[in-house]
C-alpha cells in the first residue's frame, strides 16, 4: 500500500496502538492501521460511509469498528493519546433552527380546557358575579 494512504505517522500510531482493544474472538481483524485511516478519511471529508474508497477496505468494516469503539470508548483514550485532551467538552449549545410543529401539537384532544363560550366571546367584555 501506499505511504499516503496512513492519516498517522508512525510515532502517533506506535502511541496509539497500545490502546486499542485486542483479543477479540471470531474472524481474524483487517489491519487497524487502514481501518482507523479509512475512519479519518471518513471523518475529515463528511461523506457516506458507503463512499469510503475501497483502499482502507470494505465500508462496512469501517463503519462497525468506528461504531464499535465509540460504545466502548476507545476513541477517547486515542485522542487523549495523540493531543492530551480527551476531546469531550463540557459544555454544548443548540442551534436556532425551528421545527415546524402540528396544529394540533400544543394540546390534547380537543385544544385548551379553557375556552369562552360564543355568548361572551362576542360581547367583547367579562362578566363577574358579585
Given at each position: 500500500?501506499?505511504?499516503?494512504?496512513?492519516?498517522?505517522?508512525?510515532?502517533?500510531?506506535?502511541?496509539?496502538?497500545?490502546?486499542?482493544?485486542?483479543?477479540?474472538?471470531?474472524?481474524?481483524?483487517?489491519?487497524?492501521?487502514?481501518?482507523?485511516?479509512?475512519?479519518?478519511?471518513?471523518?475529515?471529508?463528511?461523506?457516506?460511509?458507503?463512499?469510503?474508497?475501497?483502499?482502507?477496505?470494505?465500508?462496512?468494516?469501517?463503519?462497525?469498528?468506528f461504531n464499535r469503539w465509540s460504545k466502548q470508548g476507545v476513541w477517547e483514550d486515542?485522542?487523549?493519546?495523540?493531543?492530551?485532551?480527551?476531546?469531550?467538552?463540557?459544555?454544548?449549545?443548540?442551534?436556532?433552527?425551528?421545527?415546524?410543529?402540528?396544529?394540533?401539537?400544543?394540546?390534547?384532544?380537543?385544544?385548551?380546557?379553557?375556552r369562552r363560550s360564543d355568548d361572551h366571546a362576542a360581547d367583547g367584555r367579562p362578566?363577574?358575579?358579585?
Open positions: 500500500m501506499a505511504k499516503t494512504l496512513y492519516w498517522l505517522s508512525d510515532d502517533e500510531w506506535a502511541a496509539i496502538q497500545p490502546h486499542l482493544p485486542t483479543g477479540r474472538r471470531g474472524a481474524r481483524r483487517v489491519d487497524d492501521r487502514r481501518v482507523i485511516s479509512g475512519i479519518l478519511h471518513m471523518l475529515r471529508t463528511g461523506a457516506r460511509w458507503r463512499d469510503c474508497p475501497s483502499e482502507y477496505g470494505p465500508y462496512t468494516t469501517i463503519y462497525n469498528r486515542v485522542f487523549y493519546v495523540l493531543s492530551g485532551s480527551s476531546g469531550v467538552v463540557g459544555t454544548t449549545s443548540a442551534d436556532s433552527t425551528s421545527i415546524k410543529a402540528h396544529r394540533s401539537a400544543s394540546g390534547g384532544k380537543g385544544g385548551s380546557l379553557r362578566r363577574f358575579m358579585p
